[in-house]
């Protein structure tokens, strides 16, 4: 069974670290700052007992006011999971930095993320539109799109 | 394509058949008439064996609402093909385009004017019948380049390199196995050779045969070697580009030499038109379907080697052996030329199995990954 | 390691050319598209290019009621409907909180181990004939699944499409005849899975095409989220049955199939082997099948409270995941799809630079990919 | 590639397929014989039942996609809604049995037929009467075990081979 | 090596082109294509001979319509069904499946087509030979089916391309598909080499 570690447990392990990363945590998640995402992944990747080597998976969520972004971590060595959030604030001209340099499997996720959902994400190789083409307007995914 | 055959028939055939009523003329227009009769129904048999053949082994039908059985399913096709749109590409180079599916449906239907159907029932008994097919059935290989260079598309630039590379190569292993035949029957002539198999030469030259049948299915790109037109890899290889009437020569040249290959290995390796009872050219047909059943046998068989593999094969494996081959038949006829022929056979099925055991065990073929 | 041959033709100075493979093209198992730079034949660069069937599943699924969405699942994976399904139903259960009846549970085990089956039997067939084989084991392992498909008409009424599971269970049981015809597939599978082994495993030009070929190493396989056979053939002992038991998994026994080194060959014997297990499964599900409801109380419209769940399963092609987010409506508020072909075929591009182009459309196939699953 | 089997694989291989060969296809000829398709068909139409159909628009809500189309007028006298115009566009349907699943009178019901092709896409859409069950528009069985269980028995493929063992 | 990916066209220009040929083709396809079924009203009128050259090319076409290479979506299983050993179109002369669209003679349009994928499928038509069919096989090919309201769907292949033949279902059985191809054949039957030069 893949033990879905605390998000609060978690939280306080990286406000040691990185003192006020943290916005909130929650039993099953926990959202970090935007600028500190890059450290808190390298964190939780590299510290031994942790180890999330896997990305499962990258999902963004418009709630109108702000985007939210999770990122679902997988332990393969020691089976647990995590999620993390972060927020991402305003309509236009969004960034977050990109993982692809911790996990390759962000790649294709965060290019459909900024195509579907207009969030780019900096250091990442390759930020263009992945299956919509070139001169869309718009991104669909966004709760206001077509309104 | 009569005029050319007749017209090569004439410059190359030395001697008249005196036999023949009505003298050389008659008979070269009889044979040129039963040659391109022959080729072309055996081609339409053919894709029928193939389509109905294949379609059985594999678990389904096949096509039989044309006609009886499906019999008049390659008329169709033929009918359709030939009244199609014929599209030019834009881009193509017009005269190279156009040229190319006659330079490689020409060569096809020649070789058959050397191959005898019956007793000195041929167009022309060459002294140098074989040498003949080897010379011609390389020329296919020009309008196979031509065709993918005029099309002026990748897919098929890929297929007519990978045509002429398979076709350079294996041409080698081919002619050596050839040789071996030649040595035991100690002509070249296609007949000559069939009047000498007293015991059909597969036996006396396994090896030989096996060699040539490989070399024969990489030369006409018969699956497994069918790399040039790869369904999977290059959609359909040379011909991409070709529709109507050119798209149809290439589609019966690639059966005229299935059918020209089936009946070299016929006359070289099983006896030709000899046999008890049947008429003599029954006989040939009969072995001619029986070689194309064993291809369309293999090609629902085997999945298809990649490029580098079909040249290792052919320089490490099929070469040496073939060399191999030809000198233990020169030594054998050399040392015991009076030797019963029933005596070599079990010899030279042994001297096979060590050859191919040993080849197998020491060679790779092909190599992997390459650095970028 | 630098092959001496290659570098002297490096000499010769060749310009390197790109080839675009698709979006229509009879390997690329739907409408896909690499931008190949090649070498001859050698391919040098390879960059996947996609959204030719981009429908916006994601978006379609937020105007759609919760059972509404589940005819979209269908067309997901349309090679494994059923899993499709199941993982949306999971999904949607563990947001309501809604429990599902127990024969319901094993029915959902048969029907998705049936699927698996069937996936695989295309995924090997696929990357069979990719090799070149002229059909022949792709229409031997479509017959199979077409027996397959025939327990999947029965029930739902579909072929390819079965939109059969719902919320808290099935629309209804499955019929009287289904289970007989069950055991009746039950005892013939094995011998035919043996047959179509027999046809190609032990193949000289088979082995020499895919053995060594597209070695995709344990690190990066991790790396790139890779899931599914295309993991476990890499050597990792990841399968989410096993590890993150949904549904009733942990009441059976049966082994992770895992390759050795990661190349196509492995990829294609996990998935032979991992059909023999699925049929472990079956059996197993068959002889405890209790009888009863196939279907839970639940309302009409279904309406989770706020909040989101994340549910996955061991799909065919990997780990199939729905992230679902309710505002407490009778639409999802956020649906989206963790799709395992999309993740695996990061790989690509790994595997195939420095393989011929041959070497690509197998690469490519044994990867198993489902078009529209990538781009949903 | 490298013969570690001496071709053994191969033989193996070509056994198989020279098996097949003399082994009967599966092949059924379609338009001359045909499989008994399942019970439960969700073929390519809807079949209305006039009579229980009161009118409540269930189906067209519960479409995922909006392919039923139902026009209804109140009738005072009856205290039910009167259906006015019904219309499916068969080429908008995907078959997928919600609105059958969801109709609360069992007035509608999938169609057992799939020989639908037409050549022009108006045809494609039928409307009111065109919706009424006929000889030639049976109705599947799919939600109604009654009516499956008088339909013919499915064919099944296992059960072929089976027979000819 | 140095992989010198300096080309005529950068890959942002080729995105760049890409997108504009889907935005221009969206633009003018607007209206659905009328459907090719001016024969349906049609008076057979004709010569002896004209009838007799007719009757065996037409059965020539219909016996060996080898179809193109358009799969994009699920219906393409259903096709590679009908293709496969129990339904087995070959039985028409059909098992040929013809990568290069320029050798086929029949597209049957399987699966959902979207605006990216348009041109290409606008392309591989062009690029058939004459004489030339179309079935769309499927809702997705005849409206867009369940993706209709998709921002990046076509409503249906008569967008694109003129279709003769509509074959609902989703997908439809091989059966239903097959009734279709047989429906097709009875158009070509009353082909006409006096109409085609028309």
């Known amino acids: 069974m893949t033990v879905a570690l605390s998000g609060k447990e978690i939280a306080t392990k990286i406000e040691e670290r990185f003192p006020g990363s943290v916005v909130k945590s929650s039993p099953d998640s926990l959202v970090v700052k935007s600028e500190f995402l890059l450290d808190v992944a390298t964190f939780l990747k590299t510290t031994p007992d942790l180890d999330f080597d896997y990305l499962t998976a990258i999902t963004a969520i418009d709630y109108y006011d702000r985007f939210e972004v999770v990122y679902q971590l997988t332990s393969i060595k020691h089976n647990h999971s995590l999620m993390v959030k972060t927020h991402c604030y305003g309509r236009d001209n969004l960034s977050l930095p990109s993982v692809v340099g911790l996990w390759r499997g962000a790649d294709f996720q965060e290019r459909e993320i900024y195509d579907l959902m207009g969030i780019s994400f900096d250091g990442h190789p390759n930020m263009k539109r992945i299956v919509l083409w070139e001169g869309f307007e718009g991104h669909p995914l966004r709760k206001d799109y077509g309104t | 394509m009569i005029l050319n055959s007749s017209l090569n028939s004439i410059a190359y055939s030395s001697t008249l058949p005196p036999d023949w009523p009505g003298g050389f003329w008659w008979h070269w227009l009889l044979f040129t008439v039963i040659i391109i009769v022959f080729a072309l129904t055996l081609v339409m048999g053919f894709i029928w064996i193939e389509r109905r053949g294949m379609g059985r082994m594999q678990a389904r039908l096949g096509p039989n609402q044309a006609g009886p059985f499906g019999l008049l399913q390659p008329v169709a096709d033929a009918l359709k093909i030939l009244l199609k749109e014929d599209i030019i590409p834009a881009k193509a180079d017009r005269i190279v385009h156009w040229l190319a599916p006659v330079v490689a449906f020409a060569p096809a239907l020649m070789i058959f004017a050397v191959v005898p159907f019956g007793d000195g029932a041929m167009l022309a008994d060459l002294d140098i019948g074989i040498l003949y097919v080897v010379a011609i059935a390389s020329i296919s290989a020009i309008g196979i380049f031509m065709a993918g260079w005029g099309s002026s598309n990748k897919y098929s630039m890929l297929g007519a390199m990978r045509g002429i590379a398979s076709v350079v190569s294996y041409e080698i292993p081919v002619v050596l196995a050839i040789a071996g035949v030649v040595l035991v029957a100690g002509s070249m002539s296609l007949n000559q050779i069939v009047l000498a198999q007293d015991i059909p030469f597969i036996l006396l030259q396994p090896l030989g045969f096996l060699l040539f049948f490989i070399g024969g299915c990489a030369e006409i790109n018969r699956s497994p070697f069918d790399l040039m037109e790869a369904d999977s890899e290059l959609t359909a290889g040379f011909h991409t580009e070709y529709s109507g009437m050119k798209f149809a020569m290439f589609y019966l040249m690639e059966y005229a030499e299935a059918v020209a290959i089936s009946a070299i290995i016929a006359t070289l390796f099983l006896g030709g038109w000899r046999g008890p009872l049947l008429p003599p050219w029954l006989w040939f047909v009969l072995k001619v379907i029986f070689v194309f059943f064993i291809m369309v046998w293999t090609r629902t068989t085997l999945p298809r080697v990649r490029i580098d593999q079909l040249m290792a094969l052919a320089w490490k494996f099929l070469f040496p052996l073939a060399l191999i081959n030809l000198i233990v038949t020169a030594i054998q006829i050399l040392v015991w030329p009076d030797a019963l022929p029933w005596i070599l056979v079990p010899i030279n099925l042994a001297i096979m199995a060590l050859l191919i055991l040993l080849w197998s065990k020491l060679f790779k073929l092909g190599w992997g990954r390459v650095e970028v | 390691m630098r092959d001496t041959r290659y570098a002297r033709i490096m000499v010769l100075k060749t310009e390197p050319f790109i080839l675009n493979i698709g979006p229509v093209h009879p390997s690329t198992h739907g409408v896909f598209r690499m931008r190949t730079t090649l070498d001859g034949e050698v391919v040098v660069d390879v960059e996947p290019v996609f959204g030719y069937l981009h429908r916006g599943i994601e978006k379609l699924a937020e105007e759609r009621t919760y059972t509404g969405v589940i005819p979209l699942t269908d067309r997901l994976d349309y090679v494994a409907s059923m899993s499709n399904n199941l993982a949306y139903c999971l999904a949607v259960e563990k947001l309501a909180g809604i429990s599902v009846p127990e024969r319901a549970e094993y029915l959902r085990v048969i029907l998705a181990e049936l699927q698996r089956i069937a996936s695989h039997l295309i995924a090997v067939g696929a990357f069979l004939n990719d090799c070149g084989a002229f059909f022949t084991p792709f229409l031997y392992m479509f017959r199979e699944r077409e027996k397959i498909v025939d327990l999947f008409e029965m029930v739902s009424g579909q072929r390819l499409l079965y939109n059969y599971m719902r919320i808290g269970g099935f629309n209804q049981d499955v019929p009287d005849e289904f289970l007989p015809a069950l055991d009746k597939l039950l005892a013939q599978m094995p011998r035919f899975i043996e047959e179509y082994e027999r046809l190609l495993k032990e193949n000289e030009i088979l082995l020499a095409r895919a053995k060594g070929v597209g070695i995709l190493p344990k690190e990066v396989a991790i790396n790139i989220s890779a899931s599914g056979p295309v993991l476990r053939a890499s050597g990792v002992k990841w399968d989410i049955r096993k590890k993150d038991p949904y549904s009733i998994y942990d009441r059976f026994d049966f082994d992770i199939p895992t390759g050795e080194v990661g190349d196509c060959y492995d990829r294609y014997r996990v998935r032979v082997e991992e059909m023999r297990q699925s049929l472990r499964i079956i059996n197993q599900a068959r002889r405890q099948l209790p009888a009863g409801e196939v279907k839970s109380e639940v309302p009409h419209l279904v309406r989770p409270p706020a909040g989101e769940a994340y549910a996955h399963i061991e799909a065919p092609k990997g780990e199939l995941g729905f992230h679902l987010v309710s505002d407490n409506s009778i639409a999802p508020y956020r649906c989206h799809i963790r799709a395992p072909s999309l993740l695996n075929l990061t790989a690509l591009r790994d595997m195939a630079i420095g393989w011929k182009v041959a070497d690509l459309i197998i690469i490519f196939g044994s990867i198993d990919i489902v078009m529209g699953e990538i781009d949903r | ?165 | 090596m140095e992989v010198a990916r300096e080309h005529i066209y950068s890959d942002a220009d080729l995105d760049r082109v890409e997108g504009n040929q889907i935005e221009a083709l969206k633009a003018h396809s607007q209206q659905p294509f009328p459907d090719p079924d001016e024969w349906l009203d049609e008076k057979l009128e004709r010569n002896i001979l004209l009838i007799t050259v007719d009757a065996a090319l037409n059965w020539a076409r219909r016996s060996s319509l080898w179809p193109a290479i358009c799969f994009p979506a699920c219906c393409a299983f259903e096709l590679i069904a009908a293709n496969a050993s129990r339904f087995d179109l070959s039985r028409f002369g059909m098992e040929i499946l013809r990568a290069s669209p320029r050798q086929a003679d029949l597209m049957i349009t399987a699966g959902t087509l979207t605006w990216k994928m348009a041109p290409q499928v606008r392309r591989i038509y062009d690029q058939m030979a004459e004489p030339k069919w179309v079935i769309a096989m499927g809702a997705c090919a005849i409206s867009g089916g369940i993706f209709t309201s998709s921002y990046s769907v076509v409503p249906g292949y008569n967008r694109i391309i003129p279709i003769d033949v509509y074959v609902p279902g989703c997908p439809p059985r091989p059966e239903a598909l097959i009734y279709g191809i047989r429906m097709l054949h009875s158009k070509i039957a009353r082909r006409s080499l006096g109409t085609e030069a028309k």
């Not at chain 4, 409540?56 to 809604?81: D, F, H, L, R, W």
Request: aromatic share 8%; with cysteine.
């Open chain 4, 1 to 165: 590639m490298k013969f570690e089997r001496y071709g053994i694989g191969i033989a193996k291989g070509l056994r198989v397929t020279i098996r097949h060969l003399f082994r009967h296809p599966v092949t059924v000829q379609y338009p001359e014989q045909r499989l008994n398709i399942s019970r439960r068909t969700r073929g390519n139409e809807l079949i209305w039942d006039k009579v229980k159909c009161t009118g409540c628009a269930t189906c067209a809500k519960s479409c995922p996609q909006g392919a039923i189309q139902i026009v209804t007028s109140t009738s005072m006298e009856e205290n039910k809604y009167e259906v006015e115009q019904i219309e499916v566009d068969t080429g908008y349907c995907i078959s997928c049995g919600l609105c059958v699943e969801a109709c609360p009178f069992e007035a509608l019901y999938m169609g057992y037929a799939y020989e639908r092709a037409k050549y022009r896409r108006g045809e494609v859409v039928q409307a009111n009467e065109q919706l009424l069950p006929s000889p030639q528009r049976q109705r599947s069985g799919y939600m109604y075990p009654k009516i499956a269980d008088e339909l013919p028995r499915q064919t099944l493929l296992i059960e072929r081979i089976t027979e000819e063992k």
